[in-house]
């Protein structure tokens, strides 16, 4: 299962495209309202979440995923079942994806240490420990980054590639039209 993080003032396009992206490639994707069911995003636009925290499994988690947005980010970070889900991802060996300012999250938590990532410009967290290389989307061992809402599809592509495979990837990148 993969959980997608909403907490209000997330970026509408880094979480709903990511889901799209997910889906179509026929993974298990849960949106999770952090606060409540109903979320608004950073352009006022309410989601209703799929589920609850109270309904995630961690033990049946094989990824968790943030969205960005500034606002979303911060109500994130604040959210003390966000940082046990992300000891859980850490402590199991499981994919920990984030985008936008979402990275600076994890950078905090020393999550990127000694790996690539690529966040939004501004938001680079202990850059002396953590190589930011300014790419649409990067992955360095079960850490997945993206750089800002016009790099999602890539940053779902690259999820995909890593949960599903490179094929089933490049399938739903040609049957979206992706240049």
Do not use: W
């Not at 889901?19 to 179509?24: C, N, Q, S, T």
């Not at 309904?55 to 968790?64: A, I, S, T």
């Amino acid at each position: 299962m993969i959980y997608l993080m909403l907490a209000d003032g997330f970026e509408i396009t880094e979480a709903l495209t990511t889901v799209d992206v997910l889906r179509r490639a026929k993974l298990d994707v849960k949106t999770v309202g952090v606060y409540s069911e109903t979320v608004t995003s950073s352009c006022n636009i309410k989601v209703t979440a799929d589920i609850t925290p109270k309904e995630v499994e961690l033990n049946n988690m094989d990824c968790v995923i943030l969205p960005g947005g500034v606002d979303g980010t911060n109500n994130l970070d604040k959210s003390d079942f966000v940082h046990r889900v992300l000891d859980y991802a850490v402590a199991n060996d499981k994919y920990i994806c984030a985008i936008c300012a979402a990275p600076s999250i994890l950078g905090k938590r020393g999550i990127l240490d000694g790996k690539n990532a690529t966040c939004y410009p501004g938001y680079e967290i202990n850059p002396e420990k953590v190589n930011y290389t300014g790419e649409a989307a990067v992955c360095t061992d079960k850490v997945i980054t993206g750089k800002g809402a016009g790099c999602t599809i890539p940053f779902g592509l690259l999820i995909a590639e890593k949960l599903s495979s490179k094929e089933m990837a490049q399938k739903v990148s040609e049957a979206m039209q992706c240049p």
